[in-house]
């Protein structure tokens, strides 16, 4: 099976930097699209950023020009380099993939998550 385990966030002023990393283990045959989501209390689930073979790297409006994603594909990693931080930007960020994988028996493709890691950005 595949699992992605997340490190990074914490607690930082608005202004700071942050960075996540995200990295995946399993039979993975084609990495298809790796990113990362963030979720408040009572909003749903939204991509932050997100990349592809098609779409190396695709933003939120809000985070453009401040966040920046990187995916390696031979080792099934993406890192979210997260700078100039606002208030707006705390919550729950999840490392999302989209792989082709072997599971001992057949070739399958699925979304997986990573369990979160807390983003919290206050003076």
């Known amino acids: 099976q595949v699992q992605l385990v997340e490190s990074g966030g914490g607690s930082v002023q608005p202004g700071d930097s942050l960075k996540l990393s995200c990295a995946a283990s399993g039979i993975i045959v084609r990495n298809n699209v790796m990113g990362w989501f963030r979720q408040t209390p009572g909003s749903q689930r939204e991509s932050v950023a997100l990349?592809?073979?098609?779409?190396?790297?695709r933003y939120l409006d809000s985070v453009k020009g401040r966040f920046t994603i990187s995916r390696d594909t031979s080792k099934h990693t993406v890192d979210l380099e997260m700078t100039s931080l606002k208030a707006e930007d705390s919550g729950t960020y999840y490392c999302?993939?989209?792989?082709?994988?072997?599971?001992?028996?057949?070739?399958?493709?699925?979304?997986?998550w990573g369990q979160g890691t807390q983003v919290t950005v206050s003076s």
């Open positions: 999302f993939a989209d792989f082709t994988y072997y599971n001992g028996s057949f070739y399958l493709r699925n979304d997986f």
């Open positions: 990349s592809s073979r098609d779409d190396p790297a």
